[in-house]
C-alpha cells in the first residue's frame, strides 16, 4: 500500500491546474509585457489570474505581486520594511522563535547589518502570546513577522490580534502564509497584514510560484532587478502558465475547504488518538489550533531519519520536519523552541495528510507506526539505557 502523508512538504498537482498550465502554455505564449496582439493575450490571462487570487484573499489586483514561490516573497517583504524602518532611524525586528527559515535567515542577514531583531518565544503549545508582540513593540520597531501556520507542527498563530495591535502601535506587519491558504480562509483585510506571502505548490499548484501581497502603500524594494514587469517591482518575465495554474489551484482549493476541512479533521482526530497509544511519545503543539490534517509527534529512544527510511520501506511518505531542512541532523529548531530536549527532538515524525487520504490510509499508518516505531528503538543504545534506567524517560 502507498500513502503520501507529507502534504506540507508539497502536494500534487491539481488537474484543473494541470489544465490551465497546459492551456496557456499552448494558447498564450506571448510575452505579457510586448505591446502585440499575442502578448496582450497573455496580459489578459496575466492580470485574470491576479484579479482571481485578490479576490480569495479578500485584497485588490494592485496589491498581489507574483514570485517564484513563498520564500522570495518572505524574503522581499521583510527587507522592504527592515529598510524603510531604518530610514526613520526605526531597527528592531520582531517575529518568533518557531518562523520558517525564509524568514529567521532573512532576519539573520539584517542582525548582521546592525538590526536589532528580537524572538519571541512560543511556549510548549508552539502559539505566540499577542501580549507579548505587544509588549516587544517600542518607538524603534518597523517590523513584527508572525507566520500564520507553522510548517513544521501546524500551531495556528492569533494573526488577528496580532495584526491589530501592528495597526495600533503603526507598525508593519507581515505574515507568512504559505502553509495556511488553500487549507483555511485567509482574509488579508481580517488579518490586518501589510505583507502576505503564499506559495502555489502547498495547495495543488505547481511548485516555482507564488505570491506577495503587498497593501498599498507599504514599502516594497526592488529584490530582483532588471525588468519593468510587475509594476516594476519584480524583474522577469512572467511565468504564466504557472501563474495561471496556481489561480486555478486557489480557486479549486478554497471551493473544496469546507469538504476536505472536515474530512482531514476526522482522519487527524484518530491518527492522534491512535500514535498517542505508543509509549512514551507525545504530540506536538496545541491539538486544537492546529491546521487540519497536521500531525506532529515525538518518540523517545527514536532517531527520525530512520524512522522516514522504514517507513518508506511500507510505502509512507512522511516527513521529521520542514522539507527545506529535511537533510539536516540537526534537531527542528521548532521542536526545541516548545521545550523538546535533544534527544527527543531527534524522535520526530510529521504527517501531514490531504483531501485524497482516506480513513484507509490512517488504518495503515496505525499498523505501520508501530511496528516501525519499535524496530527503530530495538537497535537505539538511547532506547536501552531508559530502559535499563541508566537514562531517566521524558515522555
Known sequence: MFVYADHAATTKILPCAL????????????????????????????????????????????????????????????????????????RKLISTAIEHHAVLH??????KEGFEVVLLPVGHEGIVKAEDVRDAIDENTALVSVMLANNE??????????????????????????????????????????????????????????????????????????????????????????????????????????????????????????????PHSSLNGDRERRLPGNVSFCFEGCEGEALLLYLDDEGICASSGSACTSGSLDPSHVLLAIGRVHDVAHGSLRLTLGPENTEADVDYLLEKIPEVVEKVRSFSPVWRDLREGKRQFIL
Open 106 to 111: 532573512t532576519l539573520e542577514k539584517l542582525q
Open 19 to 90: 489544465e490551465a498550465y497546459n492551456q496557456t502554455a499552448w494558447a498564450f505564449y506571448g510575452n505579457p509585457s510586448s505591446l502585440h496582439t499575442e502578448g496582450q493575450r497573455a496580459k489578459e490571462v496575466l492580470e485574470k489570474s491576479r484579479g482571481e487570487i485578490a479576490a480569495v484573499l479578500n485584497a485588490d489586483p494592485r496589491e498581489i505581486y507574483f514570485t517564484s514561490g513563498g520564500s522570495e516573497a518572505d524574503n522581499q517583504a521583510i527587507l522592504s520594511a527592515a529598510y524603510a524602518g531604518a530610514k526613520k532611524g526605526k
Open 153 to 278: 507542527i501546524g500551531t495556528l498563530q492569533p494573526v488577528e490580534e496580532i495584526g491589530k495591535i501592528c495597526r495600533e502601535k503603526g507598525v508593519l506587519f507581515h505574515t507568512d502564509a504559505v502553509q495556511a491558504v488553500g487549507h483555511i480562509p485567509v482574509d488579508v483585510q481580517s488579518i490586518g497584514c501589510d505583507y502576505l506571502a503564499l506559495s502555489a505548490h502547498k495547495f495543488g499548484g505547481p511548485k516555482g510560484v507564488g505570491v506577495l501581497y503587498a497593501k498599498r502603500g507599504a514599502p516594497l524594494s526592488v529584490l530582483i532587478a532588471g525588468g519593468a514587469q510587475e509594476r516594476g517591482k519584480r524583474a522577469g518575465t512572467e511565468d504564466l502558465p504557472a501563474i495561471a495554474a496556481m489561480a486555478a489551484a486557489l480557486k479549486a482549493s478554497v471551493a473544496d475547504m469546507g469538504t476536505s476541512s472536515a474530512l482531514l479533521k476526522k482522519l487527524q482526530t484518530k491518527l492522534i488518538f491512535g500514535l498517542s497509544r505508543i
